[in-house]
């Protein structure tokens, strides 16, 4: 029992940058997703079926494939990453921000699949009222549209936090495996797999990373719940 609860200070920074780099994706996809998913709930263009479908081949494509194309994309001699290292010294590989942009890309599209639907749950005749009495489209998104579609959108960002603690496949292509770099809690348990005798620190590590997300998972269920008895 003592080798299972004596987690180490490696441990500690894995668990703290894995929560760190969900947390931060998180952030970065709730603009992202709110504009996405309000765009594809209410709006009708052409090529909207190839725009959602663009969008969920994160969900389908096995992440590595993901993480490769990041890596063509944004690494050192990557068509984009290659003249943000040249001109303006960014490196956007192995890193801190590799972590963050493998995590949201491979999120993302969870959150909009979900607060699309919340979306479009809403009924457009209470926009439309809205904006009779005045109110502006962005007034009305903000003060109508957003707080009844927000259990929709606060799930989406959960669903979104959870994959990010359980990414692996883009994170290790394009991060990298990096000890006290861009080690998470995934890529560490992968790691101590291949070490015979470290099964305590697989299960301590599976264990934490289990009640991580349970952890939000419950919180957002109490927050609808709460939000249905407000609403009666």
Known sequence: ??????????ELQVIWLTVKVALVSTVVTLPI?????YALARKEFKGKVFVES???????????????????????NGVIGKY??????????????????ASTIVSLPLSIRTMKTSFELVDPNLEYASMTLGASKRSTFFRVTLPLALPGVISGLVLSFARCLGEFGATITFAGNIIGKTQTISLMIYSNMQIPGNEWRVTRLVVISVLIS???????????????????
Do not use: R
Not at 57 to 71: C, E, K, N
Not at 219 to 232: D, G, H, M, Q, R
């Open 1 to 10: 029992m003592d080798s299972f609860l004596s987690i180490s200070n490696q």
């Open 214 to 232: 349970l952890i939000a998972v419950v919180v957002s269920e109490i927050y609808n719940k709460k939000k249905k008895y407000l609403a009666k």
């Open 54 to 76: 663009l969008i969920s081949i994160p969900l389908v494509a096995p992440p590595v494939v993901t993480g490769y194309i990041l890596l063509l994309l944004f690494g050192t």
């Open 33 to 37: 997703a709110l504009f996405i998913s």
């Open 84 to 101: 943000l290292s040249d001109w303006f010294g960014i490196k956007m590989a192995f890193n801190f921000v590799a972590l963050v942009m």
